[in-house]
């Protein structure tokens, strides 16, 4: 995993970026966050839905909420970028539609919407 420093806006946020999943669990999500902390001087993290175990978006297994309960804990903030039109749950739908409105936790198509959402 490595992270890349962005600013924008007088905003810096930490770009992850790997080969393989790097958020599998809540430690993981959290090393993560403390990673771009240290790194970058941020808790903004920008991070493709593909860096992020499957499991995650299957809101019945409970990893989302611990997850992201954790980032909120810590003071993080996080853009979670990639294509979700194929899923189907109605309540994924809702939960992304309701992090989108919020301040803390994003769901974009694009890295630069992701960066767009933190740095505003």
């Excluded at 007088?10 to 403390?34: H, K, R, W, Y």
């Excluded at 902390?37 to 593909?50: E, L, M, P, Q």
């Excluded at 189907?88 to 992701?114: Q, R």
Aim: charged share 20%; with cysteine; glycine share 6%.
């Amino acid at each position: 995993m490595t992270i890349t420093k962005i600013e924008k806006n007088g905003i810096i946020c930490a770009i992850v970026n790997s080969d393989e999943p790097v958020i599998t669990d809540a430690q993981t999500a959290l090393d993560v966050l403390m990673t771009a902390k240290y790194d970058a001087g941020t808790k903004n993290i920008v991070i493709s839905k593909k860096l992020i175990v499957e499991n995650f978006f299957v809101l019945s297994t409970g990893l989302a909420g611990e997850i992201l309960q954790k980032y909120i804990n810590y003071g993080g903030r996080i853009a979670i970028y990639g294509d979700y039109s194929h899923y189907t749950s109605k309540p994924l739908h809702d939960f992304i539609y309701e992090s989108n409105n919020g301040k803390d936790i994003f769901f974009v198509a694009t890295k630069d919407e992701a960066i767009e959402m933190l740095t505003r």
